[in-house]
């Protein structure tokens, strides 16, 4: 039986430096990366190329951070809940009860590219392994600007507009904020804002209870700034970049 662990893993997990010259590509995406024929991860957004293969990411993204997300509870010392990265859940057979942990892992480069990942296994370190393989290949690339009246500061240190990202019945939307207000959000998700690039920025939830589904609305929320087209007025107002500072 798996053994619960309650106490979280250190801030920031410690990284694993990725071998470039023991990766072995499996698909004709990452074989075309690892012979020099795409150089930079922002080829593969503009051609709307579908990532499969985790390598690719951390090929071309080297200095990307990684870090869980507290999306479950444990007992705490005296019986009260006390936060956890592992979400447990039983399964109850006539064997008995089978555990299954479930975590959520957060990749970014703090620089315009996040993504966010859930991995559940029979044991935690798996559940870890497959939350970090499933963020990276869900990596996505997100507009940042100015888009506060209050600032108007030309700068990507917010958000360009006004956002509003779902999952079930959870609604979280994101407002720009002038330079120097913070990061006005829920704790977990000033996790996914900052690997994200995002230093300033207003929030307002709605049936925020479920943690896992909060997460996941913020990072909709975030997805939506790339879908939304933007004219060239605009851009030139709100000072809007997309993905890396040039």
């Not at 870090?67 to 592992?86: M, N």
């Not at 979400?87 to 975590?103: A, I, R, S, V």
């Not at 993504?115 to 559940?120: D, L, M, Q, S, V």
């Not at 929030?203 to 943690?211: A, M």
């Amino acid at each position: 039986m798996a053994k619960k662990v309650d106490e979280p893993l250190p801030e920031g997990l410690k990284k694993k430096e990725f071998d470039k010259e023991r990766w072995m590509p499996k698909t004709e995406l990452g074989k075309k990366v690892k012979s020099g024929e795409i150089k930079d991860i922002d080829e593969i957004f503009d051609n709307g190329y579908r990532i499969l293969e985790a390598g690719i990411v951390d090929f071309l993204v080297p200095n990307l951070g990684s870090d869980l997300i507290f999306v479950g509870q444990s007992k705490g010392k005296f019986g009260g809940g006390k936060k956890s990265i592992w979400k447990q859940t039983q399964k109850k057979t006539k064997e008995g009860n089978k555990p299954k942990f479930g975590t959520l892992a957060v990749v970014g480069n703090k620089d315009g590219f996040v993504g966010i990942g859930y991995g559940k296994s029979k044991e935690t370190m798996p559940s870890r392994e497959k939350a970090l393989r499933n963020a990276k290949l869900g990596i996505i690339r997100i507009n940042r600007g100015c888009g506060s009246w209050l600032c108007n500061c030309k700068a990507a240190h917010s958000i360009p507009l006004k956002v509003l990202g779902k999952c079930s019945s959870v609604k979280i939307e994101l407002l720009p904020a002038p330079k120097g207000t913070g990061l006005c959000v829920e704790t977990e998700c000033k996790k996914i804002l900052g690997f994200a690039g995002i230093k300033d920025v207003y929030s307002k939830s709605v049936n925020s209870k479920t943690k896992l589904n909060l997460m996941k609305a913020c990072f909709n929320a975030l997805k939506e700034l790339s879908k939304t087209k933007y004219q060239d007025s605009f851009i030139k107002k709100s000072g809007t970049i997309v993905g890396r500072t040039p």
